[in-house]
Each structure stands twice: as C-alpha cells, then as structure tokens.
T-cell receptor
C-alpha cells in the first residue's frame, strides 16, 4: 500500500525562526491535507493541497504531485505553533485509501 | 456554539463491555468521519459517512459499528471491548461536495479499557 513519511520526526525551534516540514508519499494521490494537533490534542485542518502552493498567514504549503512530496513552511514561528503536524493523503482509484503520515513534533521555545 | 461535539470526553471501561461514543455536528456538513489515534499518536481513519451512507470502511474489527441516524450525527458503537481499543477517538465533519474541503474535528474521546 501507499507509504507516507514525514520528516523530521522532531523539531525544536526558537521563537521567530522559520522551518520546513516535509511529507513524502510513495504513489499518486488525489488529495493531500496538512493538519496541526496542538498540545491539548485539538486537531485543525491547515491546508487542502493536492497540488500547487497555498498560503495562510505565516503558514504556506506546496505540493509537487509529480515528485510525490509536499512541504509545509512555518515562518516567524510562535509558541502557539507547537504541536504535531500531520499530512494525510487520499487515494481514490481502485480501493479508497486515506493514510496519515507519522507526524512531525514541533516545539517552539520562547 | 460547538461545531463538532463528542460525548463522552473520557470513557473508562472494562474488557468485554459494550460502549458507544456520540458525535454531532451543527455545521450542516454532508460527510462525517471517525478516526482513531493510538498511544503513539498515529492517526487512522476508521469510517466515513456521506449523507448517511457509508463511503469509507477501513480495516477495523467488526466489533466497531458506526451508526448515522441523520446527517448531523455519527455514533460509534464498540462491542466486546479489548485492551487494544484504548485510544483517542476523533469525530470530524466536512462538506465534501465543495472543494477545497476542510475537516472540522471534535475534541476527542479518550477511551481506556482496563
């Protein structure tokens, strides 16, 4: 089945720093989403991005579907960015599959 | 107003019992989901319902049965609970017909089986 790998697994940043999180997937996908889970467990949908680039405030995401990866950029990080970032891919041809990556745990220090 | 709510928030029960987790969304969305997050934070989709019809049914034991009485509710019933069922269960909803679609998650139900 399709594999979804995220890197790095853990990341510690000083407040104000920028970072790039990566999501690699092993097969073509119909959809890719990024999620943030805050330290209190709440899950938030960040981007729906099967291809191209999107921006939302200090966060932006780029998916290069032909090369099977997506990047999540966090600029001027804040302590509230801490938590776990997941990507998830959706594959609709044949058997439907919705697979999460293992996540990147981010800690932003004040 | 809570968009996606789940009850209960915590559930502690013994092996072999049957339990249910309820989920309600007031966003008017057409699709609802159940996810399981294990102790290592690994997330997995379990079920998805679109307009009360099951559209995703990942490989989960038959002991898990979703029930959608209407578009706003998707309940999860678990029979004969096992230790390995201990996890956090998240409900979510989205309006899939309108792309791009965003999923809204409930606060989660932490299930502990002893």
């Amino acid at each position: 089945g399709i594999q979804v790998e995220q890197s790095p697994p853990d990341l510690i940043l000083q407040e104000g720093a920028n970072s790039t999180l990566r999501c690699n997937f092993s097969d073509s996908v119909n959809n890719l989403q990024w999620f943030h889970q805050n330290p209190w467990g709440q899950l938030i949908n960040l981007f729906y991005i099967p291809s191209g680039t999107k921006q939302n405030g200090r966060l932006s995401a780029t998916t290069v579907a032909t090369e099977r990866y997506s990047l999540l950029y966090i600029s001027s990080s804040q302590t509230t960015d801490s938590g776990v970032y997941f990507c998830a891919v959706e594959r609709g041809s044949g058997t439907y599959k919705y697979i999460f990556g293992t996540g990147t745990r981010l800690k932003v220090l004040a | 107003d809570t968009a996606v709510s789940q009850t209960p928030k915590y559930l502690v029960t013994q092996m072999g019992n049957d339990k249910s987790i309820k989920c309600e969304q007031n966003l008017g969305h057409d699709t609802m989901y159940w996810y399981k997050q294990d102790s290592k934070k690994f997330l997995k989709i379990m079920f998805s319902y679109n307009n009360k019809e099951l559209i995703i049914n990942e490989t989960v034991p038959n002991r898990f049965s979703p029930k959608s009485p209407d578009k706003a509710h998707l309940n999860l019933h678990i029979n004969s609970l096992e230790l390995g069922d201990s996890a956090v269960y998240f409900c979510a909803s989205s309006q899939v017909r309108d792309l791009p679609y965003e999923q809204y998650f409930g606060p989660g139900t932490r299930l502990t089986v002893t």
